[in-house]
């Protein structure tokens, strides 16, 4: 009578055990931006096409790690740029190559240091760190912007050119019109 028992005891605990663990990751997987790979990101518009948002950042950039830790861990603006674009994170200094189709973007080494061609491209030829890049969805570029951006003034960015709002009025009457209507109400 023991046996029976002592089995379905571990058994519950195991199941209880792994569908707690199971329960974590995919909670913990919802409240993060879902960051892909630019290569990611080229294939993926291909099959689903979706507008692209690509943080281009330095290790030793520190309004890049400030950004990180406060803007990108906001809920608002992590539930928006999950729905609504593929999200991009670049290191401007990264050493591997870069393919876009039959494009290639490389490193550009500059004693020990140097940047990648990739976050030139993203950044017009004037690197400053942070830069987010919106692209469309042909994988064309909207407007990169450089600096950093408090959790709300960057959720009515995202916003702005994440509905296309950007091709109906100026981000000025966005801001103190439309998003208010949209986003204050709630």
């Avoid at 005891?9 to 931006?33: C, H, M, Q």
């Avoid at 948002?53 to 309004?63: A, E, I, K, M, S």
């Avoid at 950044?123 to 942070?130: A, D, G, Y």
Wanted: charged content about 30%; glycine content about 4%; some cysteine.
């Amino acid at each position: 009578m023991r046996r029976p028992a002592y089995i379905f005891t571990s058994v519950l605990i195991l199941f209880i055990a792994l569908t707690g663990f199971r329960t974590d990751s995919v909670t913990k997987k919802e409240e993060e931006i879902q960051w892909i790979t630019m290569e990611e990101a080229y294939a993926k518009i291909q099959k689903e096409p979706r507008k692209v948002l690509v943080d281009v950042y330095t290790d030793w950039c520190g309004w890049c790690k400030v950004m990180d830790r406060e803007t990108y861990k906001n809920d608002e603006v992590i539930d928006y740029i999950n729905k609504k674009y593929y999200a991009v994170k670049l290191n401007a200094e990264q050493r591997e190559a870069i393919t876009l189709g039959s494009q290639k973007f490389e490193f550009i080494a500059e004693g020990q240091k140097g940047i990648h061609q990739m976050a030139l491209a993203l950044t017009n030829n004037q690197p400053s760190f942070p830069t987010t890049v919106f692209l469309d969805e042909k994988f064309q570029m909207i407007q990169p912007l450089p600096g950093y951006m408090k959790a709300k003034e960057f959720h009515e960015v995202i916003t702005f050119f994440g509905d296309n709002y950007n091709k109906k009025e100026s981000f000025e009457d966005y801001k103190a019109k439309t998003y208010k209507k949209i986003y204050t109400s709630k």
